[in-house]
């Protein structure tokens, strides 16, 4: 058994085989080395039996040999192994002993490790106070260099055994695990057990795609139909085709991806343990003008990173940038070393996002708003009990079991802002971005969330949020602090960040930045040391215009079908309406008082013309059927017209995973027609039931003329429901909704065509042709002979009153029509509130 000889700053220790070393900050262990960067335990140096082995006690910033992180790794003679970080950590330079015993092994502990001269901090504005010197950080970057971990301890550190010139998997760590492909076979990969290669995934479809080893000693990759789609180099392959792959190629099925090395087939499963980084991010609006300039920073895998800024600073366009929702113009960034742009329709499925706002349904329990969550985002084949086993385990996980019979509203601020997290922690995602979650919670509630965000990043995600609460940053791995128009001013432990910037509070800073706007914060932030020990690395890539790839490569797939999706929808949209006790009350009062408000006009006046219809007219008629008409205008739009904007950050997230933006609002069509068309009805059997007089004979049903006008008053509720949605889609707060309604109801009023004659009046007469109201009316008035009861000229009647069965259809055509053109109005503005990836 070989003695090993260390050296460490200049001093040589002999190891003995018979024992084993340990190596940290710990005063207590064998090997000492005080450095910052170096774990209390860091790692242990024995004899395996066979060679000196190194293993990783999960140490912090990590245990590197040649530029890569390894858990367990055999070394010897000539080997250096670096603690802390991969280029300048402390350094172990491995020999073989010149003979027995010669050394003896020092328990001493090393030498301090210095730390580089300190460079000079740029010069702060006049007035402004000069930022003491750093100290030595407590902690180092760890997302300089690729990292790695296995769970296998066999051949670590030995990349993932791949081809010359593969491309990277997860920072090229060792495989999960290996399969055999023989010539002619067949592996089959889904959820089922049936299958070759199982995949305990719900994003993974029961029978998901195969591997199939040809004759001729190529191998192809065919999906079979999956509903989360299968991917080759992050670009998802059409459905149940084949493509042919190769050594260079990376598949990804669900939360694994494979690579082909010979004849074996590599598994790499992502359990959450990732890098992220971002390089040159650089975001350009119209005008040229910049509102994120040059931001690039590295955030280690299983760790918390806190980002604020003062308004201005660019926080939530660098969110968009990070997130792929907003691609930034030059930069990438990259999710373990794969770009995030290029391959979006993949790792999409990867990241989690929680806006600010709540993203569940307030009016549904917490279970019920899971499961139709869960009933979206999993492929159409999971089982309920699958999916109610995952919600149980998540409700578990966030302490939220016992509150999953409550309704969402009923919860305090900060549980629902669990419900929201548990919500995207239910595809298991190993990256998870928050925008404000603490915004208008209490201090209290403040540090609930903030601990449970470090729990999420302490059991095995990287957790980023965007926050102007600056109580609990002490719990952040990491902080990132934007100054005014977009740039970074400073990225490192939250512990130094004060004591960077050379202020006792962070009120002090923010102050600072206002009052010296124009000043270079990020040139300060350059010219530091802590720049060169948390960002030098990454800073020194050259930034890159983005090019993206074609839209249909970028577009993730469908994990339900339209139709899947559609009835998903129109079940939760039917639930939170049935929850809705004040809006079931309002949706029977409101045609009921307009119904009732027909009636005031005396009930001698009918809407027949009696039996001398030549001789006599009856004026009364038209005011009748305005008042009905407007009615049905103002309870159909305001049936709709919050209905888009009080759901815009739900559909702004679905949307970011697969849902169908023609489905949802389908969704809300058919509902909304539905209870439209009930409305209708009973605006019209009281309207109508009040009256003793009655048109003789309709038009289309000679013998039941009130079913003619209730088919007509029934659409024109449709149509103007339709309006309203256009009004909901293009607000940008819920309150701007009201006065828009008004506004349209009152020109709906004026431009019926019956408190004047807007027929063949030039300019006028075309404006009325948008107005639904103009042809409801119109189609009532066939009915209802207008022409005769008020006539506005003997001569020119209104053609559009004539009492023919094809003006009526001409009438009822065109009210419809207008409904189904605001529709597709409703898709394109939709559009304006989705993640810019998809939109193309």
Not at 48 to 73: A, F, K, M, P
Not at 82 to 89: F, I, M, S, V
Not at 456 to 468: I, K, M, S
Not at 652 to 672: C, F, N, P, W
Request: proline share 6%; hydrophobic share 40%.
């Amino acid at each position: 058994m070989p003695e090993l000889v260390l050296e460490l700053n200049g001093r040589t220790w002999t190891l003995d085989p018979s024992r084993s070393y340990t190596l940290g900050r710990d005063p207590q262990g064998d090997l000492v080395i005080d450095d910052a960067r170096v774990s209390w335990r860091h790692a242990t140096i024995s004899w395996g039996g066979r060679s000196w082995v190194i293993e990783d006690h999960g140490s912090t910033n990590g245990t590197y040999v040649q530029g890569q992180r390894i858990h367990q790794l055999e070394i010897g003679p000539g080997s250096a192994v670096h603690l802390g970080n991969a280029t300048d950590g402390p350094r172990l330079n491995l020999s073989a002993a010149a003979g027995a015993g010669a050394g003896a092994f020092s328990a001493q502990g090393a030498a301090p490790q210095h730390a580089p001269a300190q460079q000079a901090q740029a010069a702060a504005p006049q007035g402004w106070p000069q930022a003491p010197a750093p100290q030595q950080p407590h902690d180092a970057p760890r997302a300089q260099v690729p990292q790695q971990h296995s769970p296998h301890k066999q051949g670590q550190g030995q990349g993932a055994g791949g081809a010359a010139g593969a491309p990277p998997v997860y920072g090229d760590r060792s495989p999960t695990t290996f399969h055999q492909l023989a010539l002619g076979r067949v592996m089959r990969i889904g959820r089922a057990l049936e299958n070759e290669l199982v995949v305990s995934d719900l994003q993974v479809s029961r029978h998901h795609a195969e591997f199939v080893a040809t004759p001729d000693g190529r191998f192809e990759i065919r999906d079979l139909g999956s509903h989360n789609g299968t991917f080759v180099n992050g670009q998802p392959i059409a459905k149940s085709s084949t493509v042919l792959i190769g050594p260079n190629d990376i598949v990804g099925v669900g939360h694994s991806t494979f690579r082909l090395v010979g004849d074996r087939l590599e598994e790499f499963v992502d359990t959450g343990e990732i890098s992220f980084s971002a390089r040159h991010l650089t975001v350009t609006v119209d005008g040229g003008k910049q509102i994120l300039r040059d931001v690039s920073f590295g955030v280690p895998e299983k760790s918390l990173i806190g980002v604020i800024g003062p308004s201005g600073s660019g926080k939530s366009t660098l969110l968009k940038a990070l997130t792929g929702y907003r691609p930034a113009n030059q930069g990438d960034v990259l999710y373990d070393n794969r770009s995030l742009y290029k391959q979006f329709a993949e790792l999409r499925q990867r990241i989690g996002l929680v806006p600010q706002d709540d993203i569940l349904h307030k009016e549904l329990t917490v279970r019920k708003a899971l499961t139709y969550a869960a009933k979206l985002r999993f492929p159409a084949d999971t089982t309920a009990a699958e999916r109610a086993a995952r919600i149980d385990e998540v409700l578990r996980e966030l302490k939220l079991d016992i509150h999953k019979e409550k309704k969402v509203t009923s919860l305090s601020g900060g549980q629902r802002k669990r419900v929201s997290v548990a919500l995207e922690l239910l595809t298991k995602p190993s990256l998870i971005f928050l925008d404000e979650p603490t915004s208008g919670l209490d201090p209290g509630m403040d540090r609930d969330v903030m601990q449970l965000l470090r729990g999420l990043a302490d059991d095995g995600r990287t957790v980023l949020v965007v926050t102007h609460s600056v109580a609990e940053l002490a719990l952040c791995d990491k902080l990132l602090v934007m100054a005014p128009g977009g740039s970074v001013a400073y990225f490192g432990p939250p512990e130094e960040a004060l004591n960077f910037f050379g202020y006792s509070t962070w009120a002090d800073v923010f102050s600072a930045f206002e009052n010296y706007r124009d000043y270079d914060w990020a040139g300060r932030w350059k010219g530091s040391q802590h720049y060169q020990m948390y960002a030098a690395d990454i800073d020194a890539v050259a930034a890159q215009s983005v090019h993206m790839p074609p839209p249909q490569q970028m577009r993730p797939p469908k994990p339900q079908s339209w139709g899947s999706q559609l009835w998903t929808l129109i079940r939760r949209y039917s639930s939170v309406i049935a929850s809705d006790k004040g809006f079931i009350g309002l949706m029977f009062i409101l045609p009921a008082v307009l119904g009732i408000v027909s009636t005031v006009i005396p009930a001698d006046s009918g809407l027949g013309l009696g039996p001398a219809r030549v001789r006599f007219t009856n004026k009364d008629v038209g005011t009748i059927l305005l008042i009905l008409a407007v009615g049905a205008c103002f309870s159909g739009a305001a049936n709709s017209v919050r209905e888009l904007i009080k759901e815009r950050v739900i559909y702004e997230r679905e949307r970011a995973t697969g849902l169908s933006r023609s489905a949802y609002l389908m969704s809300k069509v058919i509902v909304l027609g539905v209870i439209t068309a009930l409305q209708g009805a009973v605006i019209c059997a009281i309207g109508f039931g009040a009256r003793d007089r009655l048109p003789r004979e309709g038009v289309i049903f000679a013998d039941t003329p009130v079913i003619e006008m209730t088919m007509v008053i029934s659409t024109l509720g449709f149509t103007c429901m339709m309006f309203g949605l256009i009004i909901s889609a293009l607000v940008k707060t819920a309150e701007k909704t009201m006065p828009l309604l008004v506004m349209f109801a009152i020109v709906q009023v004026v431009f019926t065509g019956v408190l004047f004659q807007v027929y063949d009046s030039p300019g006028i007469e075309q404006v009325a042709w948008l107005m639904p109201s103009r042809w409801a009316v119109a189609a009532l008035g066939t009915t209802a002979e207008l022409n005769v009861a008020m006539p506005w000229d003997r001569a020119n009647v209104d053609q559009l009153w004539e009492h023919t069965a094809g003006q009526w259809a001409v009438d009822m055509g065109v009210l419809f029509g207008l409904g189904v053109i605001c529709g597709f109005v409703v898709v394109r503005l939709l559009r304006r509130h989705e993640p810019e990836v998809m939109r193309k």
